[in-house]
């Protein structure tokens, strides 16, 4: 393949992926064996793109046989098993989110023209008995590929974090060129309210999994009038903790709502995630967002 660098492959993608509306998906566009896009992944690892290869120090060749999603495929091992296989230190949007039918057309692109290279970082499989690996393209990283073209998270999940610093690295690039995910009107118009993120309470002492009602987030309106913030949300980093406004919820001008990870009676002021069990924001590093009705992220900030 034609060598190129690693900014023309994410202009690529954003130009084939991030305009274009999920909800006009081809519904096999996932496959693996959808035509190959116009442009190429580089034959060779950019320079500071090296991948860590962890304890095991060893590329593992593999065939894909279905892209699930944006961080998911399915693989044919050396020895004829077909295993499925979660991206290592990524975060693709959910089924249903903003770009999650993107991020997934992007990945099927990415590994459309032959085999892969499996790299374990430290541990083997995750609790759903998923392989843990990244995924390399001709030396190319594609999670990294996903995360600079604004299609995915850089997410910690330790102890697999061997190639995090770049990761992170990529992510701050994808969102200082306002791409993928982090442009404002990624998922269509963006909302014009003056709506966004307050004081968040992250890490209350004890164990805030005993005591959820002591963690929490604000959300804040400084516009002159009210916002209904029907169809809006709070989201972390994670694929499982979303937070839906009710349906009505309207925020008065100047006014502030607290957001409690546990459970509770909803007032003007006070709002509950009702999450059992474990806390939302991870103590050890986390992002919050806001998103507006559309899934774009109208304000965010680390927690």
Not at 59 to 74: F, P, W
Not at 232 to 247: L, Q, T
């Amino acid at each position: 393949m034609a060598q190129v660098g690693r900014w023309a492959l994410v202009v690529g993608l954003v130009l084939l992926y991030g305009c274009a509306p999920d909800e006009d998906a081809d519904p096999s566009a996932s496959a693996p064996t959808a035509t190959a896009p116009p442009f190429t992944v580089a034959s060779s690892t950019p320079a500071g793109s090296t991948v860590s290869t962890g304890p095991v120090g060893r590329a593992e060749r593999a065939t894909v046989t279905r892209v699930v999603d944006g961080d998911t495929l399915e693989v044919r091992l050396a020895d004829g098993r077909v295993e499925r296989l979660r991206l290592v230190g990524i975060n693709a949007p959910e089924d249903g989110e903003c770009l999650s039918a993107a991020a997934t057309r992007a990945l099927a692109a990415l590994v459309v023209a032959g085999p892969v290279r499996l790299v374990r970082d430290v541990s083997d499989r995750d609790i759903y008995d998923r392989l843990l690996r990244h995924v390399l393209v001709d030396g190319v990283s594609v999670g990294e590929t996903l995360v600079a073209a604004g299609l995915a998270l850089s997410r910690a999940y330790p102890p697999d974090t061997g190639r995090q610093v770049v990761l992170d690295a990529a992510q701050a690039e994808a969102e200082a060129a306002g791409l993928g995910l982090w442009s404002p009107d990624a998922c269509g118009p963006a909302s014009r309210a003056a709506v966004g993120l307050g004081r968040v309470r992250a890490d209350p002492p004890g164990d805030e999994s005993q005591t959820p009602n002591q963690e929490w987030i604000e959300v804040v309106n400084t516009g002159p009038t009210p916002v209904d913030l029907t169809g809006w949300g709070v989201k972390d980093e994670s694929a499982s903790h979303r937070f839906a406004f009710p349906d009505g919820f309207r925020l008065r001008a100047g006014a502030v709502v607290r957001i409690h990870t546990g459970c509770g009676s909803a007032s003007a002021t006070d709002l509950f995630w009702c999450v059992s069990g474990s806390a939302v924001w991870n103590n050890d590093g986390d992002t919050a967002f806001l998103t507006d009705t559309r899934g774009n992220v109208a304000d965010q900030r680390p927690v």
